[in-house]
């Protein structure tokens, strides 16, 4: 079966969506991935990266289903950002059961607030597991938008600064005056000050404790969304897997690999 494009209704207000079915001898699978774009981005991805992932995963047995939320894209309605999108997901759910007939359990992805958003509903979505990667944790009243670098916390200006302390060329530009020694003076005054704590981060996490399911959280250590991430999350979480990559969506090849696997991984424990 071949990629579809349809509409489903939210509260009277017509979402666009795509589905992959899954692929072959392998249609029959009852386990599907809903992919909840972030950053008010459209349902493609930003460099077509979601629908590249989507079809991909179908070819190995799961279908997919990617959406425009409400006011993004080629939905219809106003965007309410991601701190109001559970009916907009709840929607998407009931929509992909529709589409893909025999569907009883549903793995949803996230990056960046996407993932921040299924964070703060998973106790109301009927979802079986998630898989948040680079989860949105800054306090700000705009919408992250594709390419944000947010300020990195004190702690991620700590790991920075001891990463660079570690590396000999680091130490030889500082000695041999390659440092801006003002630059130095404010970064370490911000790697100083203590972190204040985010709200945004402790809804997402009592959103989480209220979830039933497994959870797995992907981090690209160089991405400064993922890095705001580690400062604002209590430390040790046995969820977290981590990949050594600045690439906030994934795009590079090594990471785009490893996000496919962490999702088949998913996938196939759900």
Known sequence: ??????????????????????AGLMASRSTGLLLVSGGNEVRSGSWAGQA?????????????LRFDRRGVGDSDGENRGFRDEQADIAAALAAFRTEAPGLDRIVAFGNCDAASALALGAPTLALD?????????????????EGDAP?????????????????????????????????????????????????????????????????????????????????????????????????????????RDWLFDRLLEALRSA
């Not at 494009?5 to 899954?22: K, R």
């Not at 998630?130 to 938008?145: R, S």
């Not at 990463?163 to 970064?187: D, F, M, Y």
């Not at 370490?188 to 996490?205: F, H, N, Y």
Request: charged share 20%; proline share 6%.
């Open 52 to 64: 590249q992932l989507a079809a991909r995963l179908a070819a190995a047995g799961f279908p997919v």
């Open 129 to 145: 597991a998630l898989v948040l990667a680079n989860p949105w944790t800054i306090e700000a009243t705009d919408e992250p938008a």
């Open 151 to 255: 300020a990195l916390s004190a702690a991620a200006v700590r790991q920075r600064y001891l990463a660079k302390l570690t590396n000999p060329r680091e130490i030889w530009r500082l000695l041999s005056g390659g440092v801006n020694l003002a630059k130095l003076a404010r970064g370490l005054r911000a790697a100083a000050t203590p972190a204040a704590p985010s709200s945004l981060a402790g809804d997402m996490q009592a959103g989480l404790a209220g979830f039933s399911g497994p959870v797995t959280i992907l981090l690209a250590e160089g991405d400064r969304t993922a890095q705001a991430f580690i400062g604002a999350w209590p430390k040790g979480d046995q969820r977290v897997r981590r990949i050594a990559s600045a690439s906030h969506s994934f795009s590079d090849d090594a990471a």
């Open 1 to 22: 079966m071949s990629r579809r494009h349809f509409t489903f209704d939210c509260e009277g207000v017509a979402l666009a969506a795509t589905v992959d079915p899954a």
